[in-house]
């Protein structure tokens, strides 16, 4: 149906809006930004409040156990806060400290504006990116489970400060990540367990953002997902 509905106060309680009012083929954004705006498209919009519920619960866990696995299934020798002599610098943790702030929308919308800031800090114009492909190996929500690869798609659009369109792109990436081993780590990059690569959104996430960014600014080199063991 076309309509996209920017999330300004709560894009939670606007996807209930879009529920209850059954407009099944809208565009779920999350909050408006003066430079980014992100949208979920399709059965994205319809399912995102169910997939940043899983992925919140996920990772919840990781920081109190430090295993991707979810509460319930980890062995109770694990069940102890996380050794604090690691010093990995976690993606998700640096970009939400406080993890009650932590949703899937606003994932997408800090890392792309953190990496905006690098590429260009002088930007006033805005990106817009419209993502209607999301799958991820083997994701709770079964809507997005992937059947052969872990995979994202979007369509991105680069605005000047007067709203011209500068670019417009078709990004298509699947998960190639970095391997670092045992940590601790505190580079650029976005560092996750391995556990989390076939089970989580911010690989992906990671992987498509730093494609989004290199394709609009090819000489800069975004921050990408690496595979790090927590310790």
Avoid: C
Wanted: no cysteine; hydrophobic share 40%.
């Amino acid at each position: 149906m076309g309509r996209t509905l920017a999330l300004r106060a709560n894009w939670r309680t606007a996807l209930m809006l879009s529920l209850v009012m059954g407009l099944s083929g809208m565009a779920l954004s999350s909050p408006a930004s003066a430079e980014v705006q992100v949208e979920f498209v399709g059965y994205l919009a319809r399912y995102m409040g169910d997939i940043s519920r899983i992925d919140a619960r996920r990772e919840k866990s990781f920081r109190q156990y430090r295993s991707e696995r979810s509460a319930g299934d980890v062995p109770v020798i694990t069940k102890r806060p996380p050794d604090r002599t690691d010093k990995t610098d976690w993606a998700n943790e640096r970009l939400f400290p406080n993890l009650a702030d932590y949703n899937v929308p606003d994932l997408f919308m800090k890392m792309l504006e953190r990496g905006l800031k690098a590429a260009d800090p002088g930007f006033k114009g805005k990106l817009v990116v419209s993502i209607d492909k999301m799958k991820i190996g083997d994701f709770s929500v079964a809507v997005i489970r992937a059947s052969r690869r872990t995979q994202m798609a979007a369509t991105v659009s680069l605005y000047d400060a007067n709203g011209k369109l500068v670019k417009r792109q078709r990004v298509v990436t699947s998960l190639h990540p970095k391997h670092w081993g045992l940590g601790p780590y505190a580079g650029p990059d976005y560092a996750y367990a391995p556990g989390a690569f076939n089970t989580r959104v911010g690989p992906l996430a990671a992987q498509f953002t730093e494609a989004v960014l290199e394709t609009l600014y090819p000489k800069y080199d975004a921050p990408g997902p690496i595979s790090v063991r927590p310790r």
